[in-house]
C-alpha cells in the first residue's frame, strides 16, 4: 500500500483515532486516546543512520512485538529498526511498494492493540466496542 491517502483514511479508522503533530508539520502521528500508535513522513534521506533508506518515500514508525519485529526486518528489506524510536518495539516501514497492502494493514492493527491493550480495561472495552 503505497497510496497515502488510503493509508491516513486506514489510520483515521480506528476506533478513538486522532491526528497530533507534536514532532512538527512534517512527521503526522496518530494516537488512539492520546497514545501514539503509528507516525507517516516523507523521508529527506538526511536521516541520521539510516543510510538513505528513506529518501524519496513515506515512511511509517508502528510498534511491534520485539521478537516479531527482527522477524519482520529479515523478511522485508524495507522494514528497519524505528528510527527515533525503541529499536527493541518500534519498525519503520518504508512504504516503497515493496510489502503488500495487507501486510501493512496487519502491521498496523497490531500496533493499535498492542497500544490499547497497555491501557486500562475500561479504555480498551470503549474501543474495542468499536472494532
Known amino acids: 500500500m503505497t497510496n497515502v491517502d488510503q493509508l491516513k483514511n486506514y489510520l483515521l479508522a480506528k476506533p478513538e483515532t486522532k491526528l497530533d503533530y507534536p514532532f512538527g508539520p512534517e512527521v503526522e502521528v496518530y494516537k488512539v486516546k492520546g ?17 538513505g533508506k528513506l529518501a524519496g518515500h513515506f515512511c511509517m514508525n508502528l510498534k511491534c512485538d520485539p521478537d516479531e519485529a527482527v ?12 528510527y527515533h524510536m525503541n529499536k527493541a518495539q518500534w519498525n519503520t516501514v ?7 497492502k495487507g501486510e501493512i494493514e496487519r502491521m498496523i492493527d497490531q500496533s493499535f492493540r498492542l497500544v490499547v491493550g497497555k491501557m486500562t480495561k475500561k479504555e480498551q472495552t470503549s474501543i474495542l466496542l468499536k472494532l
Open 35 to 51: 497514545k501514539m500508535f503509528a507516525t507517516l513522513s516523507f523521508g529527506t534521506g538526511n536521516e541520521k543512520g539510516t543510510e
Open 71 to 82: 522477524i519482520l526486518r529479515d523478511i522485508f528489506a524495507s522494514v528497519t529498526p524505528g
Open 94 to 100: 518504508i512504504l516503497d511498494g515493496s510489502i503488500p
